[in-house]
């Protein structure tokens, strides 16, 4: 079964500073790895995705994330951060062990951009 | 184009009460799948659902819920006789084909639950 951690619960930066924000995965197979954002009483946003092709990934609002087998991890990065960015952020996992594409989430990291 | 498409955006219900949350997916979409989210958490994975089938429901609690995707309508989670341990954010999405891990799934905005 897959899983997701996400060590960190709570990410404060500076405006304008870069952004780093750390998931590792588990899973048996090849996995498909998202993150979404969840601004306060909000749906699900997608940033971005990984599905086999790049590496790195590119997304929206300037967010980019880098697979990595070996160390089995999916880190989402910004170079500079804005107010507006305040938000939970899910990294995600969806793999091929059933016949759907049932989304595993972490539990989420808070960002707080301080001005 | 409207996104995914959830009512009532927030339920108040006293314990003992049914609480019923309807899911509109995206136009052309025909996969719906829910999640719960408590709070402090990430969101958990309830059922995943076609027209008129329900695929995987692997994470619905045994008792109290259940959930339908009629051939016309809304797909509806329903919760009998709810505790206060229900309170949540039930989040619906969708997705065009569902059999595929690369594909998107398109959240609505939930519904927040409240149990008195």
């Known amino acids: 079964a897959q899983s997701v951690t996400q060590l960190d619960s709570h990410v404060s930066v500076s405006e304008g500073t870069p952004v780093l924000l750390r998931c590792n995965y588990s899973?048996?197979?090849?996995?498909?790895l998202f993150w979404y954002v969840q601004h306060p009483n909000k749906g699900l946003q997608l940033l971005l995705k990984y599905t086999s092709a790049a590496t790195l990934v590119k997304g929206i609002n300037g967010f980019e994330a880098e697979f990595k087998k070996s160390e089995t991890s999916f880190h989402l990065t910004k170079p500079s951060a804005h107010m507006s960015d305040a938000a939970e952020y899910f990294c995600v996992v969806s793999d091929e062990s059933g016949a759907n594409s049932k989304l595993t989430f972490g539990k989420g990291i808070t960002l707080s951009v301080r001005p | 184009n409207a996104g995914v498409m959830q009512n009532p955006r927030h339920l108040v219900r006293r314990r003992g009460q049914e609480a019923r949350l309807r899911c509109s997916p995206m136009k052309g979409h025909s996969h719906v799948y829910w999640y719960r989210q408590l709070p402090e958490e990430g969101l958990k994975f309830m059922v995943y659902?076609?027209?008129?089938?329900?695929?995987?429901e692997s994470g619905m609690p045994k008792e109290r819920f259940s959930a339908e995707f009629p051939k016309e309508g809304p797909s509806i989670l329903r919760i009998q006789q709810v505790v206060r341990g229900d309170s949540a954010a039930y989040f619906c999405?969708?997705?065009?084909?569902?059999?595929?891990?690369?594909?998107?799934?398109?959240f609505g905005p939930g519904t927040r639950l409240l149990v008195l």
């Open positions: 899973s048996s197979y090849s996995p498909s």
């Open positions: 999405a969708s997705s065009p084909w569902g059999q595929f891990i690369q594909e998107t799934q398109y």
């Open positions: 659902l076609q027209k008129e089938n329900i695929i995987d």
